[in-house]
């Protein structure tokens, strides 16, 4: 089992910035695909981005252009940075591991997840 833990969240006005970070623990490989998701309240949990670990990255279509995933397997950490940050964008972010190397969008896909950070953007 991986552990995940969130950490970056917080407030900002629309048009700023922030980055989310995800320190992985446990049984955790670079072979592993990663992945943000977000869920708002009473919205269910929506992908946001995924990266494989060899650095290709899929991104939703309502972020594409705005965050940038990453990640440095030698310190087992993902990264997630949100530029140009719009009120839409509020949720609760959470990191996931699944063990493979496949990266897919599909959050039931996912083997471990993080207990979560709140974003929230002002307008």
């Known amino acids: 089992q991986v552990q995940l833990v969130e950490s970056g969240g917080g407030l900002v006005q629309a048009g700023g910035s922030l980055r989310l970070s995800c320190a992985a623990s446990g049984r955790t490989s670079s072979n592993y695909a990663m992945g943000w998701f977000r869920q708002a309240p009473g919205k269910e949990r929506d992908f946001v981005a995924a990266?494989?670990?060899?650095?290709?990255?899929v991104y939703a279509d309502s972020v594409k252009g705005r965050f940038t995933i990453s990640r440095d397997n030698a310190k087992s950490t993902v990264f997630l940075q949100m530029n140009s940050l719009k009120p839409e964008d509020t949720a609760v972010y959470y990191c996931?591991?699944?063990?493979?190397?496949?990266?897919?969008?599909?959050?039931?896909?996912?083997?471990?997840w993080g207990q979560g950070t709140q974003v929230t953007v002002s307008s």
């Open positions: 990266i494989h670990w060899s650095g290709t990255t």
């Open positions: 996931a591991a699944r063990r493979s190397n496949v990266v897919v969008s599909t959050p039931s896909l996912y083997d471990d």
